[in-house]
C-alpha cells in the first residue's frame, strides 16, 4: 500500500523567514511527487513535481523541493517567507502501480506573521 | 489554455434530496478524477476515468454515489440520496501526461 504522510499540521513563520514543510511517503515503486497549494477559496495550483529526474526540484514562487529516496521524504522549502504564502499545503504521491491516482497528504496550513 | 470548469459553485441541499455537479475537463486530457475534500481534510478520491472507461471507484460510496463519462469528454457526478457527512468540497481534475489540473469546485451543504 502506498500513502503519503504530512508531518504537520500547522506551521507559523514570520515574514522574511525559511519555510520547511514535511512529507515522508511509503512505497515500493518509484513514485512521482507533487506539492500543490490551496488558497482560500481559490483551486488547488501545481507548485512543483518530481517525476524520477532531478532530484532538487524548483518550482514556483521560489520554492522547491528535493526528493531523497533513502529517507523517503519529500519536503518543501522556500528560503523567505512571504505573506501571499498564507495557505494549505498538500503533499501527493502518484504511482504506476495504483494506475496513477493521485494519493493526498492531509494537508499543512501556512501561516505568515508580519 | 481553458481550465477545468465545474458548475455549480455553491450548492445547498436538504439530506435525502439528490444533486448533480458537472465538470468540463482541459482538451485533449483523457484521465479524469472526481475527488471529496471534506473541510480540514485533504481531497480523497472518489473516482478516475480514462475516456470513458472507469479505472478506479474503489472509493465510491456506490449505494448513493454515481459517475459517468459519456463520449470521454464531460463528466457528471450524481448524490442520491444525500447525507449530512456529504457536505464537502467536490473537486474535478483531468491529466494528459503527469500533471493534474484542478477546477475551482463545487461546495456542496447538506442542511
Same mark, same amino acid.
Given at each position: 500500500a502506498q500513502s503519503v504522510t504530512q508531518l504537520d499540521s500547522h506551521v507559523s513563520v514570520s515574514e522574511g523567514t525559511p519555510v520547511l514543510l514535511r512529507?515522508?511517503?511509503s512505497s515500493s515503486y518509484s513514485p512521482s511527487l507533487f506539492w500543490y497549494v490551496q488558497h482560500p477559496n481559490k483551486g488547488l495550483q501545481l507548485l512543483l513535481k518530481y517525476t524520477s529526474a532531478a532530484t532538487l526540484v524548483k518550482g514556483i514562487n521560489g520554492f522547491e523541493a528535493e526528493f531523497k529516496k533513502s529517507e523517503t521524504s519529500f519536503h518543501l522549502t522556500k528560503p523567505s517567507a512571504h505573506m501571499s504564502d498564507a495557505a494549505?499545503?498538500?503533499?501527493?504521491?502518484? *504511482?504506476?502501480?495504483?494506475?496513477?491516482? *493521485?494519493?493526498?497528504?492531509?494537508?499543512t496550513r501556512l *501561516?505568515?506573521?508580519p | 489554455e481553458a481550465g477545468v470548469a465545474q458548475s455549480p459553485r455553491y450548492k445547498i441541499i436538504e439530506k435525502r434530496q439528490s444533486v448533480a455537479f458537472w465538470c468540463n475537463p482541459i482538451s485533449g486530457h483523457a484521465t479524469l478524477y472526481w475527488y471529496q475534500q471534506?473541510?480540514?481534510?485533504?481531497p480523497k478520491l472518489l473516482i478516475q476515468f480514462q475516456n470513458n472507461g472507469v479505472v478506479d471507484d474503489s472509493q465510491l460510496p456506490k449505494d448513493r454515489f454515481s459517475a459517468e463519462r459519456l463520449k470521454g469528454v464531460d463528466s457528471t457526478l450524481k448524490i442520491q440520496p444525500a447525507k449530512l457527512e456529504d457536505s464537502a468540497v467536490y473537486l474535478c481534475a483531468s491529466k494528459r501526461s503527469t500533471e493534474a489540473f484542478f477546477g475551482q469546485g463545487t461546495r456542496l451543504t447538506v442542511v
Open positions: 512529507c515522508n511517503y494549505e499545503y498538500f503533499c501527493v504521491v502518484s *504511482l504506476p502501480d495504483s494506475s496513477y491516482k *493521485l494519493i493526498f497528504g492531509s494537508g *501561516l505568515v506573521r | 471534506i473541510l480540514g481534510q485533504g
